[in-house]
């Protein structure tokens, strides 16, 4: 029996999550597409998510103690199902967010790339090693390992419900952590297929990872449950909101947040590659893409022939839910209507680009026509929040360092692209752009190398997953010195003579006076 006929009632939906509180209130999780029920789940409660998280503990010292090779061939195991079932669990996708089952396969196999890599990686990146002790302490031996924290709450989006917080649940787990998943209430059934997949693959320590479901509340009461971390994915203003909470106990965040990142196409740009990529960057996944590109600003070498080439792109996409459908419909309805209000004001301000499907023969009104901003404002709406929809904001700059100057003007800092051919040229815009990753001549590829640091700055928020970044993260560093030898005198106590500081400090002098 597949996972998914498992989770048809609202106990099987439990597989992988608490079901003991879930008495009373449940939800139902809806295909965006077509309105029909993809799953009905519990709303869990603060006692709820206080028994999960007592349970990871539990799990947590078992998890910790089988050590990196036998974390490896767990998560090794987890992966394999994965990817045994990932026809299955694209449908799922497809079914409760929308996107096209072709950009599930590819958000599944992203994951399972980054489960192998933090496995694998787990225990050169954290694992115990001896470092320096240095001239004052020549006598010890100095250590440095890095260990799990203990349980680790996770929160996260519906936009990529499997890649996203499984970047932080694969690296917290690869690291020694157990952990509690509250996926968004826009898609819970993934998050109860991926929780029951993995009590299936790693039944000796199904606890180490467990969801719970619900709204907002649930995720405060995540925040507030005694967990040693919590990893939010999601927007700003929510953000703030599980920071505030964590606050309260001191529990430290790592906040993946949204941005509004910029492409920049320079004089010497391949444009038809650049535009390529805008619009992928751009339309695919609906818009709904943390990294996804939303601003453009190109050179007005470059303009004229970059917009023409866009514009012929985006007239040829169709939103839908067919297997030929370039994109699929607004997962959270009301983000519609942010997208709205972002191309309303462009057609006040500027000049807009529809593509040429007939909205009239779109499935329903969450579908929305793929469309170019151009020439707009920087006050604009479209410019300065984020719309998370199929929309591309296009303006024309004097040279690559106004391009870099507007990309920056920003309070978001996620991520970005630069275009052109002059290898320099392009990593020093790459450099100087404020955002947590940059990728050259392409866009968004630095997500899909696991070894590569992921997250941002300012409003996009702060911490890294993915990479060694990202399994440290999860871990807290721990020192220790063991004393070698015992000396003839001992600087740290009552008993040295008052000559060895003097000695000491004459040494200091020669070895570090001359530095002017
Ligand atoms: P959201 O902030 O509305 O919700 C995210 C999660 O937080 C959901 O699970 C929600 O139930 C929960 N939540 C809501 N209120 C809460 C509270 N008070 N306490 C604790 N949890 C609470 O975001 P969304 O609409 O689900 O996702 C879209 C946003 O996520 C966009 O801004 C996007 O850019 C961002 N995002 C960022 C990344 C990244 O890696 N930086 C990746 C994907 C999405």
Known sequence: ?????????????????????????????????????????????????????????????????????????????????????????????????GKPHGDAILEITLTIDHLAWAGAHARGTLGPRRVRAGMLAADHAAYLEYQPLGVIGVIGPWNYPVLTPMGSIAYALAAGNAVVFKPSEYTPAVGAWLAAAWRAAV???????????????????LCRAGVDKLAFTGSAPTGKKVMAACAENLVPVLLELGGKDAMIVDDDADVVAAADAAVWGAMSNAGQTCIGIERVYATERVYDRFVAE??????TLRPGSDDEAAYGPMTMPSQGDVVRRHVSDAEAAGRVVRGEADPALFPNEHFLAPAVLLDLPESSPAIREETFGPTLAITKVKDAEEALERANATSYGLAGAVFSRSRSRAMDLARRMRSGMTSVNSVLTFASIPALPFGGVGESGFGRIHGEDGLKEFTRAKAITRRRVALPVNLMSFSRPASATDALARVMGMIHGRHR
């Open 310 to 315: 866009v514009t012929a792109q985006v007239r």
């Open 1 to 97: 029996m597949s996972l998914v006929e498992q989770m048809d009632t609202v106990t099987d939906a439990s597989a992988g999550t608490v079901d003991r509180h879930a008495t009373t209130q449940t939800f139902e999780s809806t295909n965006p597409a077509s309105g029909a029920v993809v799953g009905v789940f519990p709303v869990h409660d603060a006692g709820a998510v206080a028994e999960t998280v007592a349970r990871a503990r539990a799990a947590a010292t078992h998890w910790a103690e089988l050590g990196f090779d036998g974390r490896r061939q767990r998560l090794a195991a987890y992966r394999g199902y994965l990817a045994r079932r990932m026809n299955e669990l694209a449908d799922l996708v497809h079914r409760e967010n």
């Open 203 to 221: 039944p000796d320590a199904a606890d180490a990872f467990q969801v719970v479901t619900g709204f907002g509340e649930t995720g405060a009461a």
